[in-house]
């Protein structure tokens, strides 16, 4: 490599290959160890151990390059020696001088052939990197930081959240780092068991009003405890019409919301006090009685009119 940058570029693409094969994992301490020789023209050689991240690999180099030509603008001469980085000071320390070449082990072999390996860097194909997907999600698809950062931190993750996005970005984003991943986990299932035309569906009921997030929820975990148990997944609008689980007006729970109101007496005389709070506990009982098919807001205007018209 002529400079760090060169190495710092050749190194995140055999990073990224490296992670993409499942043999390197960056994020694990101790995955990564690199001895790295270096060299400026016309001067010694100096080999660096004790490197054990790829970034380490440009810091010590980065350094080593400074020291060297700081030397050589003095009128000294680099020894050929063996260093070793120190990654919390981001420096490297001589630890023993060489004198020739077998000093490096270094045995000829006439049938390997010199690498150029700067010439592999402009014929390295690479994906999408996540840092520039994720900057890329918020500004194509206007979500939020940790919903970008939660959804690229998977290719598959990703992928599968592109393939809803088209409902509403947002929604989705929402609906599959929160809800679907969290419901995933439990059931120790992962992405690829999920139909992506499934999510779909049901984020195209939800954006419509069709049926509530409650709703949404009972109907996601019925499709995914289908798909856990190796049953065909069932569409969700065939779930929501067999459940009965459509939104309804609030007008139709009318006697279920005079029925609660009448058997939770306290709460009506806090909500009289001044305790907000009270009126969100009894739309809370509404909605156990209705199955989440009515809208929470909706439901607290009906159970407020209530309270106010009743002798309770």
């Given at each position: 490599?002529?400079?760090?940058?060169?190495?710092?570029?050749?190194?995140?693409?055999?990073?990224?290959?490296?992670?993409?094969?499942?043999?390197?994992?960056?994020?694990?301490?101790?995955?990564?160890?690199?001895?790295?020789?270096?060299?400026?023209?016309?001067?010694?050689?100096?080999?660096?151990?004790?490197?054990?991240?790829?970034?380490?690999?440009?810091?010590?180099?980065?350094?080593?390059?400074?020291?060297?030509?700081?030397?050589?603008?003095?009128?000294?001469?680099?020894?050929?020696?063996?260093?070793?980085?120190?990654?919390?000071?981001?420096?490297?320390?001589?630890?023993?001088?060489?004198?020739?070449?077998?000093?490096?082990r270094y045995f000829p072999e006439p049938d390997l052939r010199p690498l150029r390996v700067a010439d592999?860097?402009?014929?390295?194909?690479?994906?999408?990197?996540?840092?520039?997907?994720?900057?890329?999600?918020?500004?194509?698809?206007?979500?939020?930081?940790?919903?970008?950062r939660t959804l690229t931190g998977d290719p598959k993750l990703a992928d599968f959240y592109e393939e809803?996005?088209?409902?509403?970005?947002?929604?989705?984003?929402?609906?599959?780092?929160?809800?679907?991943?969290?419901?995933?986990?439990?059931?120790?299932?992962?992405?690829?068991?999920?139909?992506?035309?499934?999510?779909?569906?049901?984020?195209?009921?939800?954006?419509?009003?069709?049926?509530?997030?409650?709703?949404?929820?009972?109907?996601?975990?019925?499709?995914?405890?289908?798909?856990?148990?190796?049953?065909?997944?069932?569409?969700?609008?065939?779930?929501?019409?067999?459940?009965?689980?459509?939104?309804?007006?609030?007008?139709?729970?009318?006697?279920?919301?005079?029925?609660?109101?009448?058997?939770?007496?306290?709460?009506?005389?806090?909500?009289?006090?001044?305790?907000?709070?009270?009126?969100?506990?009894?739309?809370?009982?509404?909605?156990?009685?209705?199955?989440?098919?009515?809208?929470?807001?909706?439901?607290?205007?009906?159970?407020?009119?209530?309270?106010?018209?009743?002798?309770?």
């Amino acid at each position: 490599m002529r400079s760090p940058q060169e190495a710092r570029r050749f190194l995140n693409k055999l990073r990224t290959i490296l992670e993409y094969l499942g043999v390197f994992d960056g994020d694990r301490e101790g995955s990564l160890r690199v001895d790295a020789n270096i060299s400026l023209e016309g001067s010694e050689r100096v080999e660096v151990k004790n490197i054990s991240s790829y970034k380490g690999v440009e810091k010590a180099l980065t350094f080593e390059v400074t020291r060297q030509k700081n030397l050589l603008r003095r009128g000294q001469k680099v020894t050929r020696e063996t260093r070793h980085f120190m990654e919390g000071r981001g420096i490297t320390t001589s630890a023993r001088s060489k004198e020739e070449e077998h000093d490096y082990r270094y045995f000829p072999e006439p049938d390997l052939r010199p690498l150029r390996v700067a010439d592999w860097v402009a014929a390295i194909d690479l994906p999408e990197l996540p840092v520039a997907r994720k900057n890329r999600f918020m500004t194509q698809y206007g979500i939020s930081l940790n919903h970008a950062r939660t959804l690229t931190g998977d290719p598959k993750l990703a992928d599968f959240y592109e393939e809803v996005a088209h409902i509403d970005p947002v929604l989705a984003a929402t609906w599959v780092a929160d809800t679907l991943l969290g419901e995933l986990n439990y059931r120790d299932m992962s992405i690829a068991a999920v139909p992506a035309g499934h999510l779909s569906e049901l984020l195209a009921l939800l954006k419509s009003e069709t049926i509530t997030d409650k709703a949404g929820v009972q109907v996601l975990r019925e499709m995914l405890d289908a798909c856990a148990a190796g049953s065909p997944c069932e569409r969700p609008a065939a779930i929501v019409e067999r459940e009965n689980l459509a939104k309804a007006t609030g007008n139709e729970f009318a006697a279920i919301v005079e029925k609660v109101v009448a058997a939770n007496t306290q709460a009506v005389e806090d909500y009289r006090a001044g305790k907000k709070g009270a009126l969100n506990f009894i739309v809370g009982q509404v909605m156990k009685e209705t199955r989440g098919r009515a809208d929470p807001r909706e439901l607290g205007r009906i159970v407020a009119e209530c309270i106010d018209t009743s002798g309770v």
